[in-house]
């Protein structure tokens, strides 16, 4: 779905999220909704979309919570449904103000289901945000060698002339390098993806003693869970994400390339039905 900035109608927003989530995840409903939202009627939500029900600040902040909203896209939101809901002209102009400050669109540009190239090494994404944040100037040796793990300049100078040719990188005219989106997906191809996590699940592993502590974040839970409670996992994860890429798309001072890895996987078979 669209992010939040694109609309201009707190209504449709919700529609999409939740049709967006249902088609996701088998175990989100209206209930589920309104239960992590802390909403005793599990019909409100559909109400609202309907047109039938308004907001108050009240349910405005519950169904942030219940969509797990950055604190930012979180005042978006808020501002956006008193701009929908104002009674009178004035009132939409100040609302219309404050949407204008707030208005960003950060589109993600589809990786091309033939670009298997991208998916063959680890650092071409680190590379593509690498560029961006390090004055390297044309100083392959440089920028190869501030990667973690460092690679070879061929390599670092391979994957730049890769990245310029799939388009995910611009070459400006004082020599510096641009994003030609904020943000990119994968589609559709799985193999090429699962290459690519691989990759980076082995790089988390040598993290655990090859870097400093402070400098990373590594954690483990272990639980027995139904099919039902892995579904509802998963939606968790997903929205934690999506919280993330609203942090990250605030985020103005970046001096270093992250990855951030998300496991979620058995270590037994599944028991079969007890009688």
């Known amino acids: 779905m669209k992010r939040i900035e694109e609309y201009d109608d707190y209504r449709l927003f919700l529609r999409d999220f939740i049709e967006d989530r249902k088609k996701r995840f088998p175990f989100f409903s209206n209930r589920y909704f309104s239960r992590r939202a802390g909403i005793a009627s599990p019909s409100l939500c559909q109400e609202v979309i309907d047109g039938k029900r308004n907001l108050t600040e009240k349910t405005i902040a519950a169904f942030c919570k219940g969509m797990a909203l950055t604190d930012r896209d ?4 808020r501002v956006l449904v008193h701009c929908n809901q104002s009674k009178t002209i004035d009132e939409q102009a100040i609302y219309l103000a404050e949407l204008k400050r707030f208005r960003k669109t950060i589109a993600a540009e589809q990786i091309p289901a033939d670009s298997f190239a991208y998916f063959e090494h680890w650092y071409h994404p680190a590379l593509r945000e690498l560029a961006c944040l390090l004055d390297w100037k044309g100083d392959y040796e440089l920028l190869a060698r501030t990667l973690n793990p460092p690679i070879s300049a061929a390599a670092a100078k391979k994957s730049i002339a890769l990245l310029l040719r799939l388009g995910f990188l611009r070459k400006n005219p004082d020599g ?3 994003q030609s989106s904020p943000a990119i997906k994968t589609g559709d191809n799985v193999v090429g993806v699962r290459s690519l996590n ?3 699940g082995e790089l988390g592993i040598a993290a655990i003693e090859g870097t ?4 990373r974040y590594i954690s483990s839970m272990t639980a027995g869970i139904s099919r039902k409670t892995y579904e509802a996992l998963e939606g968790e994860i997903e929205s934690f994400k999506d919280r993330l890429r609203g942090i990250v798309d605030e985020d103005k001072g970046a001096d270093a390339v992250y990855t951030v890895n ?4 058995p270590v037994s078979k599944r028991e079969p039905p007890r009688k």
């Open 198 to 200: 691989r990759q980076f």
């Open 212 to 215: 400093p502590i402070n400098e």
């Open 176 to 178: 510096s390098h641009t």
């Open 74 to 77: 979180a005042a978006f939101f």
């Open 262 to 265: 998300l496991h979620l996987f």
